[in-house]
């Protein structure tokens, strides 16, 4: 019965960003509601190297409003991987297949329709997508720092999703900022160039885009503007090029392939 959980993940593999290992992933988490998410893997060349498929789908699973019950991949789960998940969300987690964990008790939904990262009023200018960012900020998982960031991503035809940072309590590394959590989510939806990125920082307005970061927008959304909330100081406009300049580029891979 989970077999289109594990469509899903085949599916939004083919949105992952791979310019490095050529190697495309995806992983699908299905909610105690029947609605699922999705995340691609996507490779970078800040530290950590990779947003793994499965982090993707655990970080939308945290910022989702009700309990994960499966989890679907494209590659086989690890050991590393189902304690990964349990940590995350809790609760056990044994593998039901090489591809397929499932909660223990969980009582398993119909696969219904994926959750939607779409703001309720989607904006229509770089004011919207702050007020945007500041609502989805509301979402962050943030145990350990109470540290709120939202992010939203707009394509040109106005698309929007929305992201805010995930934590998983007692490891630091595992967490996730709002701005890959919403370039996930993005790349999830096929969302076409990005056009515009707004980032919040509820607590701290001064707060820019951290350096992996700059990478991930670097490689994901190059020609994206870039607004940061300023609280009651004018926004700031910038770019990826202005962030990190000189930014490497996964490209330079691709053409020493060929
Ligand atoms: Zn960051």
Do not use: K
Not at 20 to 34: I, Q, R, T
Not at 173 to 184: D, I, K, M, W, Y
Request: aromatic share 4%.
């Amino acid at each position: 019965m989970l077999d289109p959980l594990r469509a899903h993940a085949r599916s939004v593999a083919g949105r992952s960003h791979v310019p490095y290992s050529g190697e495309p992933a995806g992983a699908a988490v299905l909610l105690a509601d029947g609605r699922w998410a999705a995340a691609p893997r996507i490779e970078n060349a800040s530290f950590p190297l990779t947003i793994p498929a499965l982090q993707g789908a655990l970080a939308l699973a945290a910022l989702a409003d009700v309990p994960a019950v499966a989890f679907a991949t494209t590659r086989s789960l690890s050991p590393a991987d189902l304690a990964a998940i349990a940590q995350a969300l809790g609760g056990d987690w044994p593998a039901d297949a090489p591809d397929l964990a499932v909660a223990t008790g969980a009582v398993l939904p119909e696969v219904g329709d994926a959750v939607s990262w779409s703001p309720e009023a989607p904006p229509t200018d770089a004011a919207g997508g702050l007020e945007a960012a500041l609502a989805a900020a509301q979402r962050a998982v943030v145990p350990a720092s109470d540290f709120r960031v939202g992010a939203v991503v707009e394509d040109a035809a106005g698309r929007t999703v929305v992201g805010a940072n995930v934590e998983v309590a007692g490891d630091w590394t595992r967490g996730l900022c709002a701005e890959r959590t919403a370039l996930v989510a993005a790349r999830a939806a096929g969302l076409g160039p990005i056009v515009r990125l707004s980032v919040a920082c509820l607590r701290v307005p001064g707060g820019t885009p951290c350096g992996g970061c700059r990478q991930v927008i670097a490689e994901l959304a190059p020609d994206a503007e870039v607004v940061i909330w300023r609280g009651d100081e004018p926004a700031e406009v910038t770019t990826p090029e202005a962030l990190l300049p000189g930014a490497f580029r996964g490209e330079a891979l691709n053409q020493a392939r060929r």
